[in-house]
């Protein structure tokens, strides 16, 4: 009933941008929080960015000041910029967000994610 479909995700050198964005469509009658989570081999998938309805953000520590993330309410959709990339911001981005069904249900639903390399 609900799709959220990343892009922007690449190969980009040290010190490089890339920007992602998540797409959520179906049966969606509001988006509360959404966010991005990414997991390296090897590693616990991690929070990344998060974005209120109402545009408050949280970041984690080791992206503040890199990156930034932003929503459209109206068209559903959360990007996260990237800035500054650094080679251990290498890992599958994955977008996240709580939403409440037209037919009643609330609950978070995950997309694919999307493969972000820095490298030089």
């Known amino acids: 009933q609900v799709q959220l479909v990343e892009s922007g995700g690449g190969l980009v050198r040290p010190g490089g941008s890339l920007r992602l964005s998540c797409a959520a469509s179906?049966?969606?009658?509001?988006?509360?929080?959404m966010g991005w989570y990414r997991q390296a081999p090897g590693k616990q998938r991690e929070l990344v960015a998060v974005i209120t309805s109402g545009g408050s953000t949280n970041y984690a520590d080791s992206v503040k000041g890199r990156f930034t993330i932003s929503r459209n309410n109206a068209e559903n959709t959360v990007d996260l910029q990237m800035n500054s990339l650094k080679p251990e911001d290498s890992a599958f981005y994955y977008c996240?967000?709580?939403?409440?069904?037209?037919?009643?249900?609330?609950?978070?639903?995950w997309g694919q994610g999307t493969q972000v390399t820095v490298s030089s």
């Open positions: 996240n967000a709580d939403i409440l069904l037209k037919s009643g249900p609330q609950k978070w639903y």
């Open positions: 179906g049966s969606i009658f509001s988006i509360y929080d």
